[in-house]
Nanobody, 121 residues
Framework: QVQLGESGGGLVQAGGSLRLTCAAS????????MGWFRQAPGKERELVAR????????NYADSVKGRFTISRDNAKNTVYLQMNSLKPEDTAVYYC??????????????WGQGTQVTVSS
C-alpha cells in the first residue's frame, strides 16, 4: 500500500503564497499519478491539480490555473503544490491523493489526511 501525509497548510493573507507537501511511502511511488483535491465547507470536493508519473503531464482546475503549480520529486517520494496569489475562495482542506491511472484520477486509490489552508481577505 501507499500512505500519504500532507503538510504546509496554514493561515495566509490574500495575495500570499503557500507550498503544500505530500510525503508518500512505498518503493513504487514513481509509478503513481499524484494529485491534490480540496473541499470547502458546504462545497463539493474538487480536483485542483494532477501530475503523471514522470511529470510529463499536468492538469489544473480552471479556478487555479496560472496560480498553482504541482510538481513531484520521485527520488524523495514527495509531491508539492505551490500556491501563489491566494484568494479567500481557496480556503479549504487540501488532500493529497495517488492513483495508478492519470486519466482516471477522480477516484484515487490512496488519500492523505488533509491539511487546512485558510486565506484571509
Amino acid at each position: 500500500q501507499v500512505q500519504l501525509g500532507e503538510s504546509g497548510g496554514g493561515l495566509v493573507q490574500a495575495g500570499g503564497s503557500l507550498r503544500l507537501t505530500c510525503a508518500a511511502s512505498g518503493r513504487t511511488f514513481s509509478a503513481y499519478a499524484m494529485g491534490w483535491f480540496r473541499q470547502a465547507p458546504g462545497k463539493e470536493r474538487e480536483l485542483v491539480a494532477r501530475i503523471n508519473y514522470d511529470s510529463r503531464f499536468t492538469n489544473y482546475a480552471d479556478s487555479v490555473k496560472g496560480r498553482f503549480t504541482i510538481s513531484r520529486d520521485n527520488a524523495k517520494n514527495t509531491v508539492y503544490l505551490q500556491m501563489n496569489s491566494l484568494k479567500p475562495e481557496d480556503t479549504a482542506v487540501y488532500y493529497c491523493a495517488a492513483h495508478g491511472d492519470y486519466y482516471k484520477f477522480r477516484s484515487p486509490d490512496y488519500w492523505g489526511q488533509g491539511t487546512q489552508v485558510t486565506v484571509s481577505s
